[in-house]
């Protein structure tokens, strides 16, 4: 008994020095990570197209000369299905006046973001009655079904009033918001055409790093602009976005660039362009972008149902350093390291504990603690979840069922 509550104890303390350890890690940067919409604060169903195979690599000897992949006729067949969208919202000022504060932009669609720094600025604690200014902001999009179907970033979408679209050919429609899905940040709409130009669809999963992409979307409202670079990196996990594995590049981004597609080299969307990292409020190099296989998944259920539903399996988790990965036996600092588990959840259901460290679901490896909620987002609720833990030195197979993170809500 006495050699049970001592390895607990010490389970435990390593469980929170693991954690102080780690903890503060994701809060340094989180002020400059921002959502590209025109105006964003610094710091801070369609018939889908038939992918063709991959083609196979060609092996490249050393010293080669490699052309550079002309995009040229990409952004010439793709551009048209590529939109500009404005909208119109309300912010409350904490003024009673009849023009708003000095420095303040008035349905200016290069102003500050409508949703975010107009309403951080100027809605204090003053006590007044307040006056709604209307304000506008842009971001862009992607026609995916000639019948007028959008994909485009939720964050764009949010708290509209209005919504209107402008085609290349520049037509404008009024769009309407199908659903909105926050924690992925996609937004669907619909505006009344037909016969429209489509983007063809790829998948995300077959993206390489070091691939060459192209982005078209309206930064600053500057329509149908054509910025290229590489993947940088897949899988990464921001702040707040646990749902999403983003697709980093170093393609100039810029604020308006929100909703707009990323295009792999055989001209198909791999993504959707969302969020960089700056610390200016500009393109830095560091770009993101949502899988089209999240995305699409969204897709589907808001035509379908007009909301998202995801799954949760009910654990919160750490990264594991290789501190963590020493104190826990762990050949290799890999996995996420299990900090606290909701009761009645089915992670508690299938035996999961504090300190556990979960290495694969459903045979997918949990490099990263981002990787986990990553791969519970892209299931669907009632889904299987096979689990590989780490516990006490030794591998320790679990299996849960995953539940739907809307009964969470509901509680």
Avoid: C
């Amino acid at each position: 008994m006495q050699n049970y509550f001592h390895s607990k104890s010490m389970r435990l303390k390593r469980l929170a020095l693991a954690i102080a350890g780690v903890g503060t890690a994701g809060v340094i940067g989180a002020v400059a990570m921002q959502h590209n919409q025109v105006g964003a604060a610094p710091p801070v169903v369609a018939p889908t197209m038939p992918t063709p195979a991959a083609p196979a690599q060609a092996v490249v000897a050393p010293g080669a000369v490699v052309a550079l992949p002309d995009f040229s006729q990409i952004a010439s067949r793709n551009s048209p299905a590529v939109v500009n969208i404005s909208v119109t919202g309300m912010a409350r000022t904490g003024y009673d006046m009849a023009e708003p504060a000095q420095g303040a932009q008035r349905a200016d669609p290069f102003g500050n973001d409508p949703f975010f720094e107009f309403f951080r600025r100027f809605q204090g604690p003053q006590g007044g009655r307040g006056r709604d200014i209307p304000v506008h902001g842009h971001g862009s999009g992607f026609i995916v079904s000639p019948d007028g179907i959008i994909m485009t970033n939720a964050h764009v979408v949010r708290d509209a009033r209005e919504v209107s679209v402008k085609l290349t050919d520049r037509r404008e429609f009024r769009a309407r918001v199908l659903g909105s899905d926050p924690k992925t940040d996609i937004a669907v709409l619909k505006i009344d055409a037909r016969d429209l130009p489509v983007v063809p669809l790829g998948r995300s999963s077959d993206l390489k790093v070091g691939e060459w992409v192209l982005a078209i979307g309206s930064p600053y409202g500057f329509d149908s602009t054509v910025t290229a670079g590489v993947v940088s990196a897949k899988g990464r996990s921001l702040p707040d976005d646990s749902n999403v594995p983003f697709i980093q590049t170093d393609v100039a981004v810029n604020p308006g660039n929100s909703g707009g597609p990323l295009f792999n080299v055989r001209g198909e969307v791999v993504g959707v362009n969302s969020q960089i990292y700056s610390r200016t409020g500009g393109y830095q190099g560091l770009s993101f972008a949502i899988p089209i296989d999240v995305a699409n998944r969204v897709r589907q259920q808001i035509v379908a149902t007009g909301k998202v539903n995801h799954a949760r399996l009910g654990v919160t988790v750490q990264e594991v350093d290789q501190g963590v990965a020493d104190s826990f036996g762990l050949a290799v600092p890999e996995g996420a390291l299990v900090a606290s588990v909701e009761p009645g959840s089915p992670a508690e259901k299938a035996g999961l504990k504090p300190g556990d460290v979960i290495r694969k679901l459903n045979g997918q490896a949990i490099v990263a603690s981002g990787d986990l909620p990553a791969i519970v987002g892209l299931a669907a609720p009632g889904d299987p979840a096979a689990l590989e833990v780490w516990r006490d030195g030794k591998t320790v197979a679990l299996n849960a069922r995953l539940a739907s993170a809307s009964d969470r809500l509901a509680e």
